[in-house]
């Protein structure tokens, strides 16, 4: 579970590297925690850098600091209870930005991401990932 004001890494390959959650999207009942396929907005926090020579919008990265983005939390350092009594736990916490029609940001998403994105509707990121636990 995450809280406000978590920092997490940014696994895709839209620019950014760190963010910062401020806000658990659609969980009423959540007080402010977030858990793996939640839907959250953060702060980018730190981003890769523009290079100079940069023309054209297939190089520029999509991602800047300052940057407020909608992310799905696909890692978390608490454990997660499986069904079937199997605990997995994660070095750390990480997201994946979403663009305006809720689809991944980037084009790849490196690391591990959990198998309960599935049952959560992000089938998507499960497609992108390399590696599902």
Excluded: Y
Aim: proline share 5%.
């Amino acid at each position: 579970m995450l809280g406000l004001k978590a920092t997490m890494a940014v696994i895709d390959n839209s620019g950014g590297l760190i963010a910062e959650c401020v806000n658990v999207l659609r969980k009423p009942m959540s007080r402010g925690l977030a858990t793996v396929g939640d839907e959250i907005v953060v702060v980018i926090q730190k981003a890769r850098p523009i290079p100079l020579n940069a023309t054209g919008p297939a190089s520029a990265p999509k991602i800047r600091r300052g940057d407020v983005r909608h992310a799905v939390v696909v890692r978390t350092r608490k454990e997660l209870k499986r069904p079937d009594g199997r605990v997995v736990r994660f070095d750390d916490n990480a997201c994946v930005l979403l663009n305006n029609r809720k689809e991944p940001l980037g084009t790849r998403i490196s690391g591990a991401v959990a198998s309960e994105l599935r049952g959560r509707g992000w089938g998507k990121i499960l497609s992108l990932a390399g590696k599902v636990v």
